[in-house]
């Protein structure tokens, strides 16, 4: 099974279509997974497109989107058990804040955003994963988002492009 990971898209404000490496990959993709901040409902719809799509808000979507999504959830693919949160708030660090958020669920794996800076490293046996941004790079040298590839095992990286 092949999941696409993205997040902080930001769309229209930083960027006006996606890269294509991001395309490529949403093509032959079995699941998107969306750690919030598409900003529109209609950057929302455009992930749709592309297959089925599971999703969280982000502290700068609209309140449409807010009120069709949730602030974080879990689910579950072929035995892996995957929480997704923002991770906006005040103090700690994002990473920690997504991390907190998941408090006693059982889960494997953590994605989120919000950062816009690519993370992936395990905190108390949990893997945290955070894709970056594919339209905001901020201050890095590259654009990114990830795929989490299940198989027999599992493996989650990124993938970076200009």
Not at 72 to 86: S, T, W, Y
Not at 127 to 146: A, E, I, M, Q, V
Request: contains cysteine; negative net charge.
């Amino acid at each position: 099974m092949k999941i696409v990971i993205v997040s902080d898209t930001h769309m229209p404000r930083k960027g006006r279509e996606l890269k294509e490496a991001l395309i490529e990959d949403l093509k032959s993709s079995d699941l998107i997974i969306h750690g919030g901040d598409f900003q529109t409902i209609e950057m929302y719809e455009e992930f749709m497109v592309y297959g089925e799509l599971i999703a969280v808000a982000g502290n700068v979507d609209s309140e449409e989107l807010h009120s069709l999504l949730p602030k974080k959830r879990i689910i579950e693919k072929m035995g892996l058990k995957i929480g997704v949160v923002h991770g906006d708030g005040t103090g700690k660090t994002t990473e920690k804040r997504a991390f907190e958020a998941f408090g006693d669920d059982e889960v494997d794996v953590i994605i989120f955003g919000h950062s816009h800076i690519p993370f992936s490293r395990y905190m108390k046996g949990v893997f945290l994963f955070n894709p970056g941004s594919p339209t905001d790079k901020r201050r890095l040298p590259y654009y990114s988002h990830g795929v989490l590839t299940i198989g027999d095992t599992w493996k989650c990286e990124h993938i970076f492009y200009r």
